[in-house]
C-alpha cells in the first residue's frame, strides 16, 4: 500500500508560481512512474504530467507545456510540479497518483494510487 500526501496548493495571481509537493510512503516509490492530474469544478479529471522511475522520461498536457514541470526525488520519496506563468483556467483540484510500474503514461486508468488533492486557485 502506497499513500500520497500532496501539499504547496494556493491561491496566486495570474503569471504568478506555485510548487506543489507529493510525499510517498513505502520502499518501492523509486519503481514506481508518477503522474499529476486535475479537476476543475464541473470537468472531467484531465492528465496534467508524468513522470518516469528514474526521472529520465517526462510526458505533458499540450495545456501545460513550457509552464510547467515534473521532477522527483527518489531519496526523499517525493515528486514535485513546479508550476510557472499561472493563468486562470489552471484553477482545480491537483491529485498526485503513482502508477506499479517503472514508465510514465497519461492515462489515469493506469495509475493505483491516489492522493487527496491540492487545490490550486489562479486569480485574474
Known amino acids: 500500500q502506497v499513500q500520497l500526501v500532496e501539499s504547496g496548493g494556493g491561491l496566486v495571481q495570474a503569471g504568478g508560481s506555485l510548487r506543489l509537493s507529493c510525499a510517498a510512503s513505502g520502499r518501492t516509490f523509486s519503481t514506481y512512474a508518477m503522474g499529476w492530474f486535475r479537476q476543475a469544478p464541473g470537468k472531467e479529471r484531465e492528465f496534467v504530467a508524468s513522470i518516469n522511475w528514474s526521472g529520465s522520461v517526462t510526458y505533458y498536457a499540450d495545456a501545460v507545456k513550457g509552464r510547467l514541470t515534473i521532477s522527483r526525488d527518489n531519496a526523499k520519496n517525493t515528486v514535485y510540479l513546479q508550476m510557472n506563468s499561472l493563468k486562470p483556467d489552471d484553477t482545480a483540484v491537483y491529485y498526485c497518483?503513482?502508477?506499479?510500474?517503472?514508465?510514465?503514461?497519461?492515462?489515469?486508468?493506469?495509475?493505483?494510487?491516489w492522493g487527496q488533492g491540492t487545490q490550486v486557485t489562479v486569480s485574474p
Open positions: 497518483a503513482a502508477r506499479t510500474y517503472t514508465g510514465a503514461s497519461d492515462a489515469h486508468q493506469d495509475y493505483t494510487y
